[in-house]
């Protein structure tokens, strides 16, 4: 496991309050086909917890019959995090465990059928890639923002200069496959980070490919980012799902995959401050 | 009254869909004179086009764009320019002389360089479609289209068209790994249908992974550097 601490917390930054907005738009592809969506968003927030919010996006693969069940498996398990405070790979240990009970205790009541030799090869090693997924975790506490990543997706954080950048990027892989949190190795494959209060960024975004991909740059989604940031910071007003779920739509309809985000506004004494006082 | 604020434009800049290239390189040597083989070809490009279009259309995230190399003494290009598929029409092709491949494949190799090829897009697709033995240098072509980033990165099919075809040679060009093999087409309704199953590997289905454990993510979207970049 990838584990980073962007530096000390200082004792005197502390988290007041955040805002979650989501969208979730269904690919023009999908659409096509008369295919729902494969991702699933949702976010859950109780006492010490300010924010627990998760994005997944179920692996097109055609062995991974049940990927929307297991995307919403993702969220419910980022919901049923313990409150206590956790370093980002314990909250990764206990996500992954949470998420496999869950498939598990599914898979036990409703047993997988192979329709082909190739799924049941795959399923035979490893049943858990039916439910295959991605999964964007970050989890918000007075303290500090911890992010946990597997497979591909967006995570951005935009810094109150503005500047936003990638968080937890994993290497491209050359054979077009991604990381999952069905892999045996999850533990491994996940990436995570925790960043201390006083450097807490003003805005997090998390995403599923189906905006990076409708873009023809690569800094597209850091724009896009610093543009959200502006916004809420300018208007002093929360970002409106509206917003998010026409820039979703353009992007499901652009990309052809399914378009899902979550973008957290985060105040500290500082932040908060400057919204207001415009 | 709403309390919330609207952008102006779309979020991070203008959206584009994905470029699929696809590339016909095309054997026009002497050799396929014989037999009515190069009227075959035309006959069978021209008519596989209405299936290259169809499985474009099934992979609404690209668009695709077609382009076609022919190789004999020297290469050239026969369609320079990325069409479009659905603005693409085909061109009749004309046989003599001999079979430089690996002049075709270095001529491909220049135009899946980034630039002009875009950093972003699906991996393209090249059909090899050839008769005969390459009469020139094809271990270097090659060499120098797979040290490209899209060149490595593609499909790659080849269609050997009659008995004298150099399988070994297209097996080469395909890659022993990548569990294609050369589709041979012996007679006119072969080379047909060879040509237009060779048009559906713009399809998503034909495009999907099925290999081991690893599981697909989206698509097989690919980023390249800039290959005029020094390393």
């Known amino acids: ?278 | 009254m709403t309390d919330e604020v609207q952008p102006l434009r779309t979020l991070g800049g203008p959206m584009a869909r994905r470029q699929l290239h696809f590339v016909w390189i095309l054997d026009v040597s002497g050799s396929m004179r014989a037999d009515g083989k190069i009227q075959a070809l035309n006959v069978a490009i021209s008519e596989a086009l209405p299936s290259l279009r169809a499985a474009a259309q099934s992979n609404m995230s690209a668009d695709v764009m077609v382009r076609a190399v022919t190789f004999s003494t020297g290469a050239k290009w026969h369609c320079a320019d990325p069409v479009p598929v659905g603005e693409f029409r085909w061109q009749p092709v004309e046989a003599e002389g001999f079979t430089d491949m690996g002049a075709a494949l270095s001529l491909v190799a220049e135009g899946l360089r980034v630039p002009p090829m875009p950093e972003r897009g699906l991996s393209p697709v090249l059909v090899l479609v050839s008769d005969g033995q390459p009469t020139d240098d094809f271990a270097d072509g090659l060499r120098q289209l797979l040290d490209t980033t899209w060149g490595s990165r593609a499909i790659r099919l080849a269609i050997a068209i009659g008995r004298d075809a150099d399988l070994s040679v297209l097996q080469t060009f395909i890659g022993h790994e990548s569990g294609q093999r050369p589709v041979l087409a012996n007679d006119p309704e072969a080379i047909i249908a060879a040509i237009r199953w060779a048009s559906t590997a713009v399809a998503p289905t034909f495009r999907e992974s099925g290999s081991s454990l690893a599981v697909a993510g989206d698509d097989d979207l690919f980023y390249a550097p800039d290959d005029s970049r020094p390393l």
């Open chain 1, 1 to 278: 496991m990838n584990e980073r601490i962007a530096g000390p917390i200082a004792a005197s930054g502390r988290i007041l309050r955040v805002e979650v907005t989501t969208a979730c738009e269904t690919g023009s592809a999908h659409r096509r086909q008369q295919r729902g969506s494969d991702d699933a968003v949702g976010w859950t927030g109780a006492g010490a917890v300010l924010a627990t919010v998760a994005v997944a996006d179920g692996h097109s693969d055609p062995r991974c019959v049940r990927r929307r069940l297991g995307a919403d498996f993702v969220v419910a398990a980022a919901a049923a995090l313990p409150p206590e405070p956790l370093t980002p790979s314990a909250m990764a240990d206990a996500f992954i465990s949470d998420w496999r009970r869950r498939v598990d205790q599914h898979l036990a009541g409703n047993p997988l059928t192979p329709a082909d030799a190739a799924a049941d090869a795959a399923w035979r090693a490893n049943a858990r890639m039916a439910y295959g997924t991605t999964a964007l975790l970050c989890r918000i506490t007075q303290d500090a923002v911890a992010v946990v990543r597997i497979g591909d997706g967006d995570v951005i954080a935009v810094a109150t200069d503005g500047r936003a950048r990638r968080l937890v990027a994993p290497e491209p892989r050359s054979d077009g496959s991604t990381e999952s949190i069905s892999h045996p190795d999850a533990q491994r494959a996940a990436l995570s980070l925790a960043i201390p209060a006083a450097a807490a960024p003003i805005l997090m975004l998390l995403a599923t490919d189906g905006f990076d991909n409708a873009y023809p740059a690569e800094d597209s989604m850091l724009r896009a980012a610093t543009e959200l940031a502006e916004l809420r910071r300018d208007s002093g007003r929360p970002i409106g799902s509206d917003v998010l779920n026409r820039w979703a739509r353009e992007a499901a309809d652009v990309s052809g995959d399914d378009a899902t985000v979550a973008a957290i506004w985060i105040e500290t004494a500082a932040t908060g401050g400057m919204a207001r006082a415009r």
